[in-house]
């Protein structure tokens, strides 16, 4: 049997192309940028298995541009970038790559909450511009963490784990989310709440739920006026999630006290405004990037792929269905 063709959008850690290499001829982008439209179509055009990123639009288009596909695996656990009931109708099985970055996204919501509320960046920047006076009572005076509020929009991997992670702080958690977590509540005594209550109770809310047309602006200007102008909004889930222009407002006006954000409407755009805000700490879509998840999520998408090339189920495979038509 020939070797399957696939086609990796950009270079991942070394140990996910290596083991792809094992069993495929492996083609991947040279040099370290996202594909323009045009690149990406050329380049998945008449391979066996794509691996893509969340950056390349999988859309009816593009899997024009590929009918031979037998597989698709996203070097993500968000796969809003992917038109899955296009890919499912033509018999394409997609995969994610969940749990190996839990806890390095759960951990970078944390570095943002702390560093919202603490004003480390705002106060760095100060030190760098060799601004600072000394020592002041009403410097720098941020919001307390522990004994607070956490919010939890979202209670899935991620949510839960930023919300167990709260433990050695002693904070009250309540969470949003349409299933029960009995474990949220056994392990917290954490509270399910209407939307509406979320936002008026939390003093930290932090967003971890996928992005779909559910989803898109759950946070605007009318949900950061239901918000304590105390509070902090923490974003490592997906920009379009919140209203970014309409938080650019909130923060200037007082609505809310701060925000930690990871990801953007428009990446890589921030709205207008919003990087010159003090009261706003910006990452750059970090939130899985630590040395071991970066690799992990090579290894998993590697091995979801070669399942796939297979014809076997992929142990991520977010579209199931397609197993069930007998179409691979
Ligand atoms: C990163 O944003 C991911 O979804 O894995
Ligand atoms: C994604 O991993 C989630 O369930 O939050």
């Given at each position: 049997?020939?070797r399957?063709?696939?086609?990796?959008t950009?270079?991942?850690?070394r140990?996910?192309?290596?083991?792809?290499?094992?069993t495929?001829?492996?083609?991947?982008n040279?040099?370290d940028r996202?594909?323009?439209r045009?690149e990406?179509l050329?380049n998945?055009?008449?391979?066996?298995g794509?691996?893509c990123?969340?950056?390349?639009?999988m859309d009816?288009?593009a899997f024009?541009a590929?009918?031979?596909?037998?597989g698709?695996a996203n070097?993500?656990?968000?796969?809003?970038?992917i038109?899955v009931?296009?890919?499912t109708?033509?018999?394409?099985?997609?995969?994610?790559?969940p749990d190996?970055l839990t806890?390095?996204?759960?951990?970078?919501?944390?570095?943002?909450l702390?560093a919202?509320a603490?004003r480390?960046?705002?106060?760095?920047?100060v030190?760098?511009?060799?601004?600072?006076?000394g020592w002041?009572p009403?410097q720098f005076?941020g919001?307390d963490?522990g004994?607070?509020?956490l919010?939890?929009?979202?209670?899935?991997?991620?949510?839960?784990?930023?919300a167990?992670?709260s433990r050695g702080f002693?904070m009250k958690?309540l969470?949003?989310d349409r299933v029960r977590s009995?474990?949220?509540?056994?392990e917290?005594g954490?509270?399910?709440?209407e939307?509406?209550d979320?936002?008026a109770e939390s003093?930290?809310?932090?967003i971890h739920c996928p992005l779909?047309?559910?989803?898109?602006?759950?946070f605007g200007?009318?949900?950061?006026?239901k918000m304590?102008?105390?509070?902090?909004?923490?974003n490592?889930?997906?920009?379009?999630?919140?209203?970014?222009?309409e938080?650019?407002?909130?923060?200037?006006?007082?609505?809310i006290?701060?925000a930690g954000?990871d990801?953007?409407?428009?990446?890589p755009?921030?709205a207008g405004?919003?990087?010159?805000?003090?009261?706003v700490?910006?990452?750059?879509?970090?939130g899985s990037?630590?040395?071991?998840?970066?690799t992990?999520?090579?290894?998993?998408?590697?091995s979801n792929l070669?399942?796939?090339?297979?014809g076997?189920?992929?142990p991520?495979c977010?579209?199931?269905?397609v197993y069930?038509?007998?179409?691979?």
């Amino acid at each position: 049997m020939p070797r399957p063709r696939v086609y990796v959008t950009r270079r991942i850690p070394r140990p996910g192309i290596d083991l792809l290499a094992k069993t495929c001829d492996v083609e991947v982008n040279p040099d370290d940028r996202p594909l323009s439209r045009e690149e990406l179509l050329d380049n998945i055009a008449g391979r066996d298995g794509v691996l893509c990123l969340l950056t390349d639009r999988m859309d009816a288009r593009a899997f024009d541009a590929c009918p031979g596909l037998k597989g698709l695996a996203n070097y993500a656990v968000g796969y809003d970038n992917i038109d899955v009931a296009e890919a499912t109708k033509r018999g394409v099985p997609i995969s994610n790559t969940p749990d190996v970055l839990t806890d390095a996204t759960a951990e970078m919501a944390w570095a943002l909450l702390f560093a919202a509320a603490r004003r480390v960046v705002e106060s760095d920047r100060v030190m760098r511009a060799g601004a600072w006076k000394g020592w002041g009572p009403l410097q720098f005076v941020g919001g307390d963490v522990g004994g607070a509020v956490l919010g939890i929009a979202g209670a899935g991997r991620i949510g839960t784990a930023m919300a167990l992670k709260s433990r050695g702080f002693g904070m009250k958690v309540l969470y949003f989310d349409r299933v029960r977590s009995e474990r949220l509540e056994k392990e917290l005594g954490a509270r399910q709440v209407e939307f509406d209550d979320l936002l008026a109770e939390s003093d930290y809310i932090s967003i971890h739920c996928p992005l779909n047309e559910q989803t898109r602006h759950l946070f605007g200007r009318e949900q950061f006026a239901k918000m304590k102008t105390s509070a902090y909004l923490i974003n490592t889930a997906r920009g379009p999630i919140i209203n970014e222009a309409e938080l650019v407002e909130a923060l200037r006006s007082g609505a809310i006290a701060g925000a930690g954000l990871d990801v953007y409407e428009f990446e890589p755009e921030t709205a207008g405004g919003l990087a010159a805000l003090d009261n706003v700490v910006l990452a750059a879509h970090t939130g899985s990037a630590t040395r071991s998840s970066r690799t992990n999520m090579a290894l998993k998408a590697a091995s979801n792929l070669i399942a796939m090339l297979n014809g076997d189920q992929a142990p991520d495979c977010v579209n199931p269905d397609v197993y069930r038509g007998g179409r691979v």
